[in-house]
């Protein structure tokens, strides 16, 4: 994924799961630090494992809220959310709990299959459009920046936390 990342950054994957793209930015990020945010304990466990026995250090494994990232305020540089948004239960508080947690400046990424496409054969309980990304990011603080069309079937929409200088 194209998210222009410095090898310092701090990044937190929302929803990270096993860890499938917690790794990746890990990876990225050599002297950053990628905060891996599950509500789940068991999949918070899992990677705290999986980090141990590679002996990855910049991971940290985070147990958020439905309603709370629980990340630290002003922290981050990205967060990136791949095919979790539309599952959150508390998208507004969620979204809130982001801003605070980004950099003036900082990005959000979010990642969802396009509800616009019908030949997606995905259920379109897991499918958002891009209007209803932007309308409730930007209702909560950000500022929609582009879609990136670099993805098949999702849509790859990035904001950024204003800065205060419009």
Excluded: C, W
Aim: glycine share 6%; no cysteine.
């Amino acid at each position: 994924l194209a998210l222009d990342l410095k090898a310092s950054d701090v990044v937190a994957d929302i929803g990270s799961g096993t860890g499938f793209f917690t790794f990746r930015l890990a990876e990225l990020v050599p002297s950053g630090r990628v905060y891996a945010v599950e509500v789940q304990q068991a999949l918070v466990d899992t990677i705290q494992v999986r980090a141990g026995r590679q002996g990855i250090r910049n991971v940290t494994p985070v147990l958020g809220r439905a309603d709370d990232p629980s990340l630290p305020s002003n922290r981050l540089d990205v967060a990136l959310i791949v095919s979790s948004y539309h599952e959150f239960t508390h998208p507004r508080e969620m979204l809130q709990q982001l801003v605070a947690a980004i950099k003036p400046g900082g990005r959000l990424v979010v990642v969802e299959y396009r509800a616009e496409d019908e030949t997606i054969p995905i259920e379109s309980v897991h499918r958002m459009s891009e209007h209803q990304i932007i309308r409730e990011a930007e209702a909560a603080g950000f500022r929609f920046r582009e879609t990136l069309d670099v993805l098949p079937q999702q849509h790859v929409v990035v904001f950024v936390v204003p800065t205060g200088d419009v």
